[in-house]
């Protein structure tokens, strides 16, 4: 029997029922970015949106949202929960200028004057939060990682990695 995702149930796991709350905020105006595009008209931008579900428990399709970014928006941004190098080399190869993601938690336990022991994925712990480049197939993307505000079950604790919740104000070329 397999859950929801696809993949195999694990032992004893209780499934969070999360559908009720997407549709909330779906009919409270938020776009869904599920292996989709998605678009929204800010201060009169056209920002398209191009969104893969979660990699690290391999939901992203990137097959069904190929194709770069949309040439008649006047800006478009990738979304990816968790930063693995499959994701941001598709969205990089694709032409994406930025790249935003999560997961990491920052590291969740770093080393003072040293940084992130971990990064939750394949992403090497130099970005594990913040923004940097990622480059693939002769293309250069921003990425910007948010270090977020949890913790894993695993380990319910945060050490030289301060939550955050991150404020980008992206502003139009002249």
């Known amino acids: ?76 941004l990738a979304v990816v929960h968790a930063p693995y190098l499959r994701a941001l080399d598709a969205f990089t190869a694709d032409g994406y200028p930025l790249i935003l993601a999560g997961h990491t938690h920052g590291g969740q336990l770093c080393i003072p004057f040293y940084g992130a022991l971990v990064t ?15 480059r693939a197939e002769g293309n250069t993307s921003y990425l910007h990682v948010s270090a977020g505000c949890g913790t894993n079950r695993y380990t319910p604790v945060r050490f030289a990695c301060p939550p955050e919740a991150t404020l980008l104000t992206l502003t139009p070329r002249d």
């Open 1 to 76: 029997r397999h859950g929801l995702n696809g993949n195999a149930p694990a032992v004893g796991a209780v499934h969070n029922p999360w559908e009720g709350m997407r549709d909330a905020f779906d009919a409270a105006g938020w776009v869904d970015l599920t292996n989709t595009r998605g678009r929204l008209k800010l201060d009169g931008y056209e920002i398209a949106f191009t969104g893969l579900d979660d990699p690290h428990i391999k939901r992203d399709r990137y097959d069904k949202v190929l194709g770069g970014p949309e040439k008649d928006a006047d800006l478009s």
């Open 120 to 134: 939750n994925c394949d992403l090497d712990t130099d970005r594990v939060k913040g923004l940097s480049r990622h």
